[in-house]
């Protein structure tokens, strides 16, 4: 229980962490830099929402929606969670995989945002080459209980630094699902995979 708590708060700071790339930002600006210099404004407007703090949906979920989608290379995380099957995927079948997926996540880190208390980040030191195009940004979430890990890999392009994969206590998001959405194609094919998230979004909006 106490792991599933911090997983919770943990996944919450991943959305304050990543929303303030949602922000104008110098386009040289180092990622590293960039996280930690709004992560703490947004960090403390979420915290003075009262409406998100009694768990109102509808503004998590503009949040999330507005903030953290438009600045994640999306596409490359939900076929790196897809996997070889990508390819395998229509242009149709990859647009609903991206929508549902989208979902998943928005509802899932929507739940976690309202349990923000107390929560604040410390940052390891950041290493990389002038020519990198990927990188790692270290960081912990402090507050109650042992610190918990959270990473992220971004990457470099045409539009500034994009967010592709996060690491909570440990674990890669990427690689966490694409476990999971294996598993399912293996059983039912790549519909059968958007049907089950799909019913699973469905289903979790009626709670």
Known sequence: MKRRQWLS???ATVVL????????VAADEAPDALIKR??????????????????????????????????????????SAVGRFWRQATPEQQKQLQDEFKTLLLRTYSGALAEVKDQSLSFKPFRAAPN?????????VRGKGDPIQLDYRLEKTADGWKIYDLNVLGVWL?????AQFAQEINAKGI????????QRNKSAGKG
């Open 9 to 11: 708060q943990a996944m």
């Open 17 to 24: 962490a990543v929303a303030p790339l949602g922000y104008a």
């Open 174 to 178: 990427v690689e966490t699902y694409r």
């Open 38 to 79: 709004v992560s703490t404004e947004v960090l403390e407007a979420v915290k003075a929402d009262t409406a998100i703090q009694k768990g109102d949906v509808s503004r998590i979920s503009s949040l999330v929606d507005t903030k953290i989608m438009p600045n994640v290379n999306f596409t490359r995380m939900t076929s």
């Open 132 to 140: 990198d195009t990927e990188v790692v940004v270290r960081s912990e």
């Open 191 to 198: 519909d059968g995979l958007i049907a089950t998230l799909a």
